[in-house]
């Protein structure tokens, strides 16, 4: 067991054996524990440390999710990671990336296992109607641009039922429950900054459209009534469509569109 547990530790030289990319990765941070990868990887990035670095832990020991919500990052069950992003793209675009990195990881997961991911608005992948991975995208803005973009993604990978919390256990999942095998995160950490590459390679020339349409063939609730939680408010209405900026589309029974820039997917 303690064999196993070594040989699947995510090292800077075993990450770099793996790589497909150009541009993700060519630098590494990789750590055996650390409090956040998004805040390791903002403070790196407000110090000029160059697009695509990438920052990955072991474990996590303030790993947190959108709202500030606590993200569980066991030791060497999952992918915990951020990726420097300093994109050319209008300061518009900055809440896109996280359909970027949704539809990427689902690609990779597909590719790999045979699974078929689906997407939760605005920012989970699922598989069974169940969490397996979260996306945190933070963007730091100068003279009304994108400076940059840190990409937080978190995969539950080798995780067995009954290893989270009861609160947890009853919404997420990995893909080792899904799939019945263990994976080797390597690969998987390889597969996926692959495909968020060349992913991002693509919406730098061409524009988001394609990904979105591709998120949204993954939605199973596009263009079906929905209820969106606020606060202590809810919205309901059919999704009809994602805006230019990555707001959700909703048309109540009144006919009117209502843009909804955060939130809680409920049904």
């Known amino acids: 067991m303690k064999l196993r547990l070594m040989s699947d530790v995510l090292s800077e030289t075993k990450i770099k054996f793996v790589l ?9 941070y990789a750590f055996w524990s650390i409090g956040s990868t998004n805040d390791f990887a903002y403070r790196l990035a407000m110090q000029g440390e160059d697009e695509g670095a990438l920052v990955i832990a072991e474990q ?14 066991q030791f060497g069950k999952g992918l915990w990671l951020s990726v420097i992003l300093r994109p050319d793209l209008p300061s518009s675009n900055a809440g896109l990336i996280p359909y970027l990195a949704g539809v990427s990881v689902s690609r990779a997961v597909e590719d790999l296992t045979g699974l078929q991911p689906e997407m939760k608005w605005p920012n989970d992948v699922m598989l069974n109607n169940m ?3 979260g996306v945190l995208s933070e963007v730091n803005f100068k003279n009304g641009k994108i400076d940059f973009i840190i990409l937080g993604i978190g995969i539950n990978v080798n995780h067995e039922a009954g290893e989270w919390s009861d609160e947890i256990d009853k919404i997420a999942t990995s893909l080792r429950i899904e799939k019945n095998e263990r994976l080797e995160r390597a690969d998987l950490l390889a597969e996926i900054l692959f495909q968020l590459e060349q992913a991002y390679d693509d919406v730098k020339k061409n524009g988001f459209g394609q990904l979105l349409d591709q998120w949204k063939k993954r939605c199973p609730v596009f263009q079906q009534n929905i209820t969106i ?32 820039v955060a939130g809680d997917l409920l049904v």
């Open 229 to 260: 939680l606020q606060e202590d408010k809810k919205i309901s209405g059919t999704f009809i469509n994602l805006d230019e900026k990555g707001c959700l589309l909703l048309k109540g029974e009144d006919g009117k569109i209502k843009k909804i």
């Open 131 to 133: 969490k397996c991975c």
């Open 60 to 73: 996590q020991e303030r790993g947190r999710g959108r709202k500030a919500r606590v993200w569980d990052s």
């Open 20 to 28: 497909k990319t150009k541009l993700f990765g060519k630098r590494i």
